[in-house]
């Protein structure tokens, strides 16, 4: 019930597409919602985060849609660029995000120039 | 610095050999979490501190593993009787308070041989 199930594995864009990853999530207890964005020998960096009472969060390329009945989130990624080809993962945690974030398997995404 | 800083970045050691790990969080961030991210198992959870409350201990894996926060700043996990299994990147990040998005370092390269 603690799982976060991510898809695709990989995803392959050509520049100037959209790029979407969805998550799924079991535990209704789960009420912040942030994906990272990861690339090569670095740490994850926060891009965006949504809690359940909005069903769609934007910034700038980068919008997240929630949808609490589906149990269900994804990342769109609009007018991909070659930057973006990173490793992406989504996550959940409950109590406001005051406790461990439970991270989906993550999504390997390159952005073909 | 203005991030999370982890040293070393590096760490190659031997079977049955202890380790530490070092995490020196954001200035004036109360909230430190540590995780572990592995080609098997992806990113998970290991512990977490919050202010002079009781550390959230729930994802360590074996009483090998142990932690502790000094000062209410920089931390040190370590590793006693290493196993090839313990072979990961191991990521600590750092909250203003713990309802604060979490920002992560570029963490330790932990390789067992």
């Known amino acids: 019930q603690q799982q976060v199930k991510q898809s695709p594995q990989s995803l392959i864009v050509q520049k100037g597409g959209i790029s979407i990853i969805n998550c799924a999530y079991e535990n209704t207890a789960f009420d912040y919602f942030p994906w990272y964005q990861q690339f090569p020998g670095k740490g994850p960096a926060l891009l965006i985060a949504i809690r359940p009472d909005v069903s769609e969060k934007k910034e700038g390329r980068f919008t997240i849609s929630f949808n609490k009945s589906a149990k269900q989130f994804s990342l769109h990624i609009m007018d991909s660029q070659p930057g973006d080809s990173a490793t992406y993962f989504c996550a959940a945690s409950m109590n406001r995000g005051a406790q461990k974030l439970v991270f989906g398997q993550g999504t390997r995404l390159t952005i073909n120039p | 610095g203005a991030g999370v800083s982890q040293s070393p970045s590096n760490k190659v050691t031997e079977k049955g050999k202890d380790v530490e790990l070092r995490c020196d969080p954001i200035s004036g961030h109360t909230a430190l979490y540590w995780y572990r991210q592995s080609l098997g198992q992806g990113l998970e959870f290991l512990i977490y501190f919050q202010g002079n409350s009781a550390p959230d201990k729930s994802g360590l894996p074996s009483d090998r593993f142990s932690a502790e926060r000094t000062g209410g700043s920089v931390s040190t996990l370590t590793i006693q009787r290493t196993q090839q299994e313990d072979s990961a990147v191991y990521l600590c990040?750092?909250?203003?308070?713990?309802?604060?998005?979490?920002?992560f370092g570029d963490g330790t390269r932990l390789s067992i041989l």
């Open positions: 990040a750092s909250s203003l308070d713990q309802i604060q998005p979490q920002h």
